[in-house]
């Protein structure tokens, strides 16, 4: 079956969900949550390293940075290796994403407390897509505040026949279907098509 996961981060997790379409219809092939750190400071890499000298500041973020790459490369690749078991097609990634954050450098996004979490939100959708791209898997950068009205312009429907094909795929697989599994499910029905 061709299938497609949506995926909607938080610091240092994301939330999966991966949908597939058979003979028409959508079906919740797995749900998860992944952890992207391996540390608990890595979680927010930058407000880790407040307070510490420049230098020290930036290898931690870095360190931070590159280790979240590499995991969510890795649980990307394990993903793909468990649809492929099922003789599942992974047709795409879809990404929930904020709006772009400026160039900052480190020392830019340190000195201001806002900006902090503003890069700390974008890392971990980032790893995300370019875990996709090493993968070499089509991914979908999907508008996280205007989902439904993408959803609308890309799947030609309604935003109440697809909130009740969320509630629909939601009832097939049972708790939890909050807003995080709800959100990455339409983003896979986006990336499917």
């Known amino acids: 079956m061709k299938v497609a996961l949506g995926m909607k981060a938080h610091s240092g997790w994301v939330v999966v969900v ?3 379409r058979d003979h028409g219809n959508y079906t919740v092939v797995e749900r998860c949550r992944i952890e992207l750190v391996d540390e608990q400071w890595a979680k927010q890499p930058y407000h880790a ?3 510490l000298g420049k230098k020290a500041a930036r290898d931690l973020v870095k360190r931070g940075v590159e280790t979240a790459h590499r995991i969510a490369a890795r649980e990307l ?3 793909i290796n468990r649809e492929r078991e099922r003789a599942n097609r992974v047709a795409a990634c879809a990404v929930l994403v904020g709006t772009p954050m400026p160039e900052w450098t480190t020392d830019e996004i340190l000195a201001v407390h806002f900006r902090m979490h503003k890069a700390e939100g974008d890392l971990f959708r980032d790893v995300l897509v370019q ?3 090493s993968c ?4 979908l950068a999907v508008p996280e505040k205007s989902l439904m009205a993408f959803a609308e312009n890309a799947l030609q429907a309604r935003s109440t026949e697809l909130a009740n094909r969320i509630t629909a795929l939601g009832k097939s697989v049972g708790p939890p279907w909050g ?3 709800k959100d990455a499910a ?7 098509g």
Not at 136 to 139: A, C, N, S
Not at 186 to 192: H, Q, T, W
């Open 18 to 20: 991966v949908v597939g």
């Open 49 to 51: 390293a407040e307070g």
């Open 77 to 79: 690749r394990l993903l």
């Open 131 to 133: 875990a996709a791209e």
């Open 136 to 139: 070499k898997v089509r991914y």
């Open 179 to 181: 807003r995080d599994q």
């Open 186 to 192: 339409l983003a896979a029905l986006i990336a499917l």
